[in-house]
């Protein structure tokens, strides 16, 4: 699985015209899943992004959790970050189908939840419109097969 994670001090997903999801603070994230994806970097994902220590403690110092910061998640699905782009017209074998997608993004969402966070999210294969306040900027790449 694959994340870019922003600190956002507000961020929304509409889909036409109509806002689905947000967050007022904490981390929009743009969430890949890869066709040998399982639960096992569902759940290693979640614990990466709920711990990421990059909200400035009373020093100004990337310290503080997203718990710490109060904020909560806006997740949307984003197959595109699987791109083969070795050609100009990227390809998108190595993202998995939404048979096998929609219930790791569903799981990834559920682990974030059951860590105590709010968790709003777009429409899985929907034409979204994404709108943020990035913050910092802070972005992340993470990629379960580094961690």
């Not at 614990?47 to 997203?66: I, P, Q, S, T, Y």
């Not at 074998?93 to 974030?112: H, K, N, V, W």
Request: net charge negative; hydrophobic share 35%; with cysteine.
């Amino acid at each position: 699985m694959r994340a870019v994670v922003t600190r956002v001090k507000n961020a929304r997903v509409e889909i036409e015209g109509k806002t689905v999801g947000k967050t007022d603070g904490g981390f929009l994230v743009l969430l890949g899943v890869a066709v040998e994806d399982t639960e096992v970097q569902a759940d290693k994902l979640s614990d990466r992004v709920c711990g990421l220590r990059v909200f400035e403690d009373e020093n100004g110092k990337m310290n503080r959790n997203l718990e710490q910061a109060g904020g909560s998640l806006l997740v949307v699905s984003q197959f595109t970050l699987f791109a083969d782009c070795r050609s100009r017209r990227p390809g998108f074998t190595g993202a998995a189908r939404p048979d096998t997608a929609i219930p790791l993004y569903e799981r990834f969402m559920s682990q974030c939840e059951a860590r105590g966070f709010h968790v709003e999210h777009g429409e899985f294969g929907a034409d979204m419109q994404v709108y943020s306040q990035n913050d910092g900027p802070v972005t992340i790449w993470l990629d379960t097969e580094e961690l």
